[in-house]
């Protein structure tokens, strides 16, 4: 199994400009979850897909951000326009969405967005 | 208020020691715990799922008091490859929302 595969790996812009980012998730798995990482914050939940239906949006830090799920093996973080204050190490993860006590996140490599 | 809180650490400890952390999570419905390790620069990756009655997993040990809303990870025997941050991960009432401390960073020296 290939795990959850995110690119790009880095991305350096500059401020104003679009980005996005990309996931596949881990095939069969009806979850996927976009995180953000810094070190002031930690890792946030911006959004999360169930069914490629988008679930929950409500830590997506602003309108400048958005995302999608447009077939079960695809979705896409765009950030429009970027600022510096969006550098952070985005992850996606994805799960078996099974009624479980013990689901497990499978997470990608992650992409270092700078933007400056 | 923070749903998931741990102390940032770090934990400096020689080879060989017992070490123990412990997080605190402010939804008394959450359904399930975990903790999950992480590399520097690396995804994170689970170490081990949190049961009621606590659970070991060779050197590591995972306890949960659900009364007073905490999680525990031991880690006996340490070593140099178990420098890493460590997050305690709650999954909230609604049903597939999981919660990420800020992580213990943990380092072991030779």
């Known amino acids: 199994d290939a795990g959850v595969i995110q690119s790009p790996r880095h991305e350096v812009t500059e401020m104003g400009q679009e980005v996005t980012l990309r996931c596949k998730p881990i095939?069969?798995?009806?979850?996927l979850f976009w995180y953000r990482q810094t070190m002031m914050r930690g890792l946030e939940l911006l959004i999360y897909?169930?069914?490629?239906?988008?679930?929950?949006d409500s830590g997506m830090p602003e309108d400048r951000f958005s995302a999608k799920m447009p077939n079960a093996s695809f979705s896409t973080l765009k950030i429009q326009p970027s600022e510096p204050r969006d550098s952070a190490v985005y992850f996606c993860?994805?799960?078996?969405?099974?009624?479980?006590?013990?689901?497990?996140?499978?997470f990608g490599s992650g992409t270092q967005l700078s933007v400056l | 208020r923070k749903e998931v809180e741990q102390d940032p650490g770090p934990f400096n400890v020689p080879e060989g020691a017992t070490v123990a952390f412990n997080c605190t999570y402010s939804?008394?419905?959450?359904?399930?715990f975990f903790w999950y390790r992480q590399d520097c620069r690396k995804e994170p990756k689970l170490l081990m799922s949190?049961?009621?009655s606590g659970n070991e997993d060779g050197r590591f040990t995972a306890q949960l008091n659900r009364a007073s809303q905490y999680i525990s990870l031991l880690i006996r025997d340490s070593k140099l490859s178990d420098s890493a941050t460590y997050l305690c991960v709650v999954k909230g009432n609604n049903f597939n929302k999981f919660y990420f401390g800020s992580g213990t960073k943990l380092n072991v020296k030779p």
């Open positions: 993860a994805s799960s078996l969405g099974q009624r479980t006590t013990n689901e497990k996140l499978f």
């Open positions: 897909f169930n069914n490629n239906v988008p679930i929950d």
């Open positions: 095939s069969g798995h009806d979850y």
């Open positions: 949190v049961y009621s």
């Open positions: 939804n008394s419905a959450s359904q399930s």
